[in-house]
């Protein structure tokens, strides 16, 4: 769209070198160039991001704001460079002025806001919307530490601060004259007014500002910009109270402890996490974005706020912004003089929960003293709800007179997020079919009794722009070659690859295009940790959190069957095969910390043994972020999808791997069912036990792992190397792994799978000898991924939640 030439990019990189870093050009540094290239985007932006927001103004078009406490961005010049259509000049200009694109942009540190798969959605979400034209922002957190950065050593995870904001971030825009005030704690008083209805007021509470800071989100070559808004916690330094502080060290720990509200993010990934300071960042995050958002419509509309559904919706990312629902609450009725009637129509037309889990562990609960003590008016609000839901079973739902306990909103002296936010939305979605499935027939069974139309299916996505053009540009050139440029915006266009499937030129330079990413990839390799690793083997990845469910530790099982296989048998002529994987464990989580431990424990052996003749390599790169991710999975052969059955809700690895040409090896669950129909059996490796035969176990027994170790003599070998140690030195051990798979009954079904998953293996190795049969199962992968474009699942979203129109 910017008709900017190489040239005239040359030109004002100079000039712009001179007048904001106030340097010639042959002094600046990669990231003298960096600041001026992200401001020369931001130059080109500015008007856009203006104009779209003045234009939804304008219209008063109804708008969706998309609640997150996470959004995992990543880096932002290369996207947004693409996206407005200046990536190819500006490589161009930086090639000519003698830098290396590729170092300029690394200087950017990522934005890691999010622990995994749900901050991404939230970012590729983000990123569809402005794409497809659709007026929608996200609202979020500025936490100034983002997911701690892992550093591995001695095989140990360790985890340092990651102070993104060390050095000036030039994509945010502080807009401190839009703060919001935010109240804590505090009592509150019920005066009965002259006609009789009741006025709530509150005392004594804990002041703090919401601040906040825009990013802008830039689609693809549409001059639309709309926002990412992330708020910042500070002092209210216009507050008598505060002002009138004398004792100058206590405003210093007052101001800490207000800070430490968007200090950091939880570094916990579908597991609770009960910290007060959690509660105090979810219901920041709410209220601010509440209070910004009612005070947008009112800029646009008239000051009631009756037509508040027509104009407004907001999507919650979880159960985490699901105090949305009592604080629209408070504001309809405390603020706009509601009664509750009227309050509670407007909240459920306006709120909508996505479900991303049927952890247990994950799902959200606080102690309701908690909720009392720091918000103790929507303590009374959320009380009025459950006690209006209980008695609604009670009266219309006798059939459930019984189990009123398990759908209570408070129960046990907790609140069930979940259930709230069940209750107070009119749509409940799921994010695969099977996880949507399991919620309406098993997890949520009764809420679906309660409310079948709330519940829908809205499979994940990833946006292609990021994942396929920007990621692996020699890909996305061969298939341009071939179709045509009409897939990057109708990705599901990338379907008509399959008429080449069979075509030797083209799948030659689909061979060579994967083979270059993978020399690439290991050379980063080299670099990062000294191993050589053969560019003609197998790449075999496995990158996500580290999660008993995901059975990393069923993959390093299989590393090790073949390592003894090897060691038994040095002359065998297997294809060399390179695993990699990347993984961050939350920090207080044992067993997956004892798992990377042993994966790189394992590497260390396999890696150093000369009998293994670098037939097998084991690589862990630590760190695993948004921008590693996109230097390996352009990369990847095998994209291990190997979670227990049911546990995995959709995961959104498994498609930006398949989307680069990578053949899923999976069980069937999340969205690798939805995978398995589109490219059909011959072209995934599937294996294991289903979802139903899982949850049979759950329910009735009949699994015993120790009859596995008595039986399997691979089994049995590997947990006892485990357990006394490798090569009798006894110095590295791994008994706590040992006895979790025997004594806990291995309640991920690692033994039970183990066997299944070598045969799987044994096929995938069996047909990566034959190359163009190999290249065909690469290209049905590809030619289907175009449905899990995020451009799809927001699509479906706004047509059947959002009833969004694209502006
Ligand atoms: C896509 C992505 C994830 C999610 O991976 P899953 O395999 O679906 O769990 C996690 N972290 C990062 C950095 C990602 O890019």
């Known amino acids: 769209m910017s008709k900017i030439t190489a040239e005239e990019l040359v030109e004002s990189i100079t000039n712009k070198m001179k007048t904001e870093r106030g340097k010639d050009l042959k002094d600046a540094s990669d990231k003298d160039l960096y600041y001026v290239i992200t401001s020369i985007v931001n130059d080109e932006l500015k008007p856009h991001w203006l104009e779209t927001e003045k234009n939804y103004k304008k219209r008063n078009v109804r708008q969706v704001y998309y609640l997150s406490m996470e959004f995992l961005v990543g880096r932002l010049a290369e996207s947004n460079l693409l996206n407005f259509g200046l990536l190819n000049t500006t490589n161009e200009a930086l090639e000519r002025l003698g830098f290396d694109p590729e170092k300029v942009y690394a200087e950017e540190h990522d934005a890691g806001l999010g622990n995994g798969g749900l901050g991404r959605l939230a970012a590729c979400f983000l990123d569809s919307l402005a794409s ?76 703090v500002m919401a601040v906040p800071y825009d990013i802008p989100i830039v689609g693809f070559e549409n001059q639309v910009v709309n926002s990412l808004r992330l708020w910042s916690a500070e002092l209210a330094t216009s507050d008598e109270d505060v002002a009138h502080t004398t004792q100058y060290y206590h405003h210093l720990d007052h101001n800490h402890s207000i800070e430490q509200i968007s200090g950091f993010l939880y570094p916990d990934d579908s597991s609770h996490e009960g910290k007060e ?304 994987f990347g993984a961050k464990a939350a920090p207080s989580y044992h067993l997956a910390k004892e798992v990377i431990k042993l994966i790189n424990k394992v590497a260390s052996i396999v890696n150093h043994d000369p009998d293994i003749k670098d037939k097998l390599k084991v690589v862990f790169l630590e760190n695993y972020n948004v921008s590693l991710a996109e230097k390996i999975i352009p990369a990847a052969d095998i994209s291990e999808q190997i979670s227990t059955a049911s546990k995995e809700a959709s995961g959104t690895g498994n498609m930006k791997m398949m989307m680069n040409g990578a053949i899923t090896l999976g069980t069937l669950d999340g969205a690798n069912i939805e995978i398995r129909d589109l490219v059909g059996d011959n072209n995934i490796f599937i294996f294991g036990l289903t979802a139903d035969e899982v949850l049979e176990y759950y329910h009735n027994g009949g699994y015993v792992a120790r009859d596995i170790y008595n039986t399997d003599d691979r089994v049995r070998r590997i947990l006892d190397q485990l357990n006394e140690g490798w090569f009798g030195t006894h110095d590295i051990e791994f008994k706590d792994i040992f006895y979790h798979i025997l004594y806990h009954n291995d309640p991920y079904f690692v033994l039970k799978d183990f066997d299944p998953y070598i045969v799987s293996h044994e096929l995938v190795e069996q047909s990566y000898r034959d190359k163009f049969t190999w290249l065909n199962m690469s290209v049905a992968n590809i030619a289907h991924s175009g449905k899990f474009s995020s451009d799809r699942t927001i699509q479906e979203y706004a047509s059947s939640i959002w009833n969004l129109n694209k502006v």
């Open 277 to 580: 300071l959690r509660l105090k960042q979810q219901y920041f995050l709410v209220s601010a974005s509440i209070q910004n958002i009612i005070k947008k419509y009112k800029e646009t509309n008239r000051k009631s706020l009756n037509h508040l559904p027509d104009k407004v919706v907001i999507q919650i990312n979880d159960t985490h912004p699901s105090l949305a629902i009592p604080e629209l609450m408070r504001i309809l009725m405390d603020e706009e003089h509601y009664g509750w009637e009227d309050a509670w129509k407007i909240t459920t037309k306006v709120i909508a929960y996505t479900n991303h889990t049927t952890l247990s562990e994950a799902l959200e609960k606080w102690p309701t003293a908690m909720i009392q003590s720091l918000l103790p008016r929507l303590h009374m609000i959320i009380d009025e709800i459950n006690e209006r839901f209980c008695k609604e079973i009670w009266l219309e739902y006798p059939e459930l007179r019984n189990k009123i306990h398990e759908l209570a909103i408070i129960a046990d002296n907790q609140v069930h997020m979940a259930r709230l936010a069940i209750v107070g939305s009119f749509s409940v979605n799921g994010v695969a079919r099977i996880h949507t499935e399991i919620l309406k027939k098993k997890e949520m069974k009764d809420f679906y009794h309660l409310f079948p139309n709330k519940f829908n299916n809205k499979t994940n996505g990833i946006t292609h722009r990021r994942w396929l053009l920007q990621v692996n540009p020699k890909l996305s050139d061969v298939i341009t070659d071939v179709i045509g440029p009409q897939w990057i915006s109708r990705p599901n266009q990338l379907i008509s690859l399959l008429r080449y499937s069979k075509d030797r030129p083209f799948l030659e330079k689909i061979d060579k295009v994967k083979h270059e990413n993978k020399q690439a990839l290991a050379k980063f390799i080299l670099d990062r940790t000294g191993i050589k690793v053969d560019d003609k083997s197998i790449f075999d990845v496995q990158i996500k959190r580290l999660h008993e469910y995901k059975r990393q530790l069923l993959n390093i099982f299989h590393v090790i069957y073949l390592y003894n296989e090897l060691k038994d048998n040095p002359n065998q002529d297997i294809t060399p095969r390179t695993f990699i």
């Open 132 to 207: 497809l034209r659709y007026p929608g922002h996200g609202c979020g957190i500025r936490y100034r530490y983002g997911l701690f950065e892992q550093r591995i050593i001695h095989g140990n995870q360790i985890e340092l601060p990651d102070y993104w904001l060390k050095e000036e971030y030039p994509w945010e825009t502080r807009k401190a004259d839009e703060a919001i005030k935010i109240h804590f704690g505090g009592q509150v008083h019920m005066f009965k007014k002259n006609d009789g209805s009741l006025e709530f007021k509150y005392e004594n509470t804990d002041q």
